[in-house]
T-cell receptor, first 108, second 117 residues
Framework: KNEVEQSPQNLTAQEGEFITINCSYS?????LHWLQQHPGGGIVSLFM???GKKKHGRLIATINIQEKHSSLHITASHPRDSAVYIC??????????FGTGTSLTVIP | NAGVTQTPKFQVLKTGQSMTLQCAQD?????MSWYRQDPGMGLRLIHY???????DQGEVPNGYNVSRSTTEDFPLRLLSAAPSQTSVYFC????????????????FGSGTRLTVV
């Protein structure tokens, strides 16, 4: 049983396309994180949110607490967005659970 | 530069050897944690700490020890390395998890690629 499920596992898009990555979770959470893992392995925290919506540049993250679902959107995708995107949730007991990631490839 | 520093970046061990993966942060974060990342399994929590002198087990603690004598440092010890511990290890820190004010949330180290032969 996975506490965090992501879809799709792999995604290929043409440059300029609008991209959506989905995350569903089954635990009660204190916060949800979206992370970006670069091809070299480094991990960057993109968003931390507990309600509503956050925007940073071309990235938008939304969360629906009632439905236990979050989405990460990338507008006007670019090849440099190619990376693995990971959803993680922190539960109310200091534990974190991670999705297996969505591998995104943006083709010029 | 502020951040999480992990050393070493790469390590090869023989089965049965011991070693310590170092993790240090200079952001005065209370919460520190160690994860391992394996193909197809995502990141899994090994141990975590909510402050100096306090540690607890995560999802996959067996074979690993930690201590937190200072806010800055959170070393991970492998007492007797096994091939099953071949993985990429990440250290991460954040302000105490229940505070969601900070924009950037978690800060991760650059990872340690460990191979046990």
């Amino acid at each position: 049983k996975n506490e965090v499920e992501q879809s799709p596992q792999n995604l290929t898009a043409q440059e300029g396309e609008f991209i959506t990555i989905n995350c569903s979770y089954s635990v009660g959470i204190s916060a949800l994180h979206w992370l970006q893992q670069h091809p070299g392995g480094g991990i960057v925290s993109l968003f931390m949110l507990s309600s509503g919506k956050k925007k940073h540049g071309r990235l938008i993250a939304t969360i629906n607490i009632q439905e236990k679902h979050s989405s990460l959107h990338i507008t006007a995708s670019h090849p440099r967005d190619s990376a693995v995107y990971i959803c993680a949730v922190g539960d109310t007991g200091n534990q974190f659970y991670f999705g297996t990631g969505t591998s995104l490839t943006v083709i010029p | 530069n502020a951040g999480v520093t992990q050393t070493p970046k790469f390590q090869v061990l023989k089965t049965g050897q011991s070693m310590t993966l170092q993790c240090a942060q200079d952001m005065n974060h209370e919460y520190m944690s160690w994860y391992r990342q394996d193909p197809g399994m995502g990141l899994r929590l090994i141990h975590y700490s909510v402050g100096a002198g306090i540690t607890d087990q995560g999802e996959v603690p067996n074979g690993y020890n930690v201590s937190r004598s200072t806010t800055e440092d959170f070393p991970l010890r492998l007492l007797s390395a096994a091939p099953s511990q071949t993985s990429v290890y990440f250290c991460a820190s954040s302000p105490f998890p229940r505070e969601w004010g900070p924009i950037y949330g978690y800060t991760f180290g650059s990872g340690t690629r460990l191979t046990v032969v």
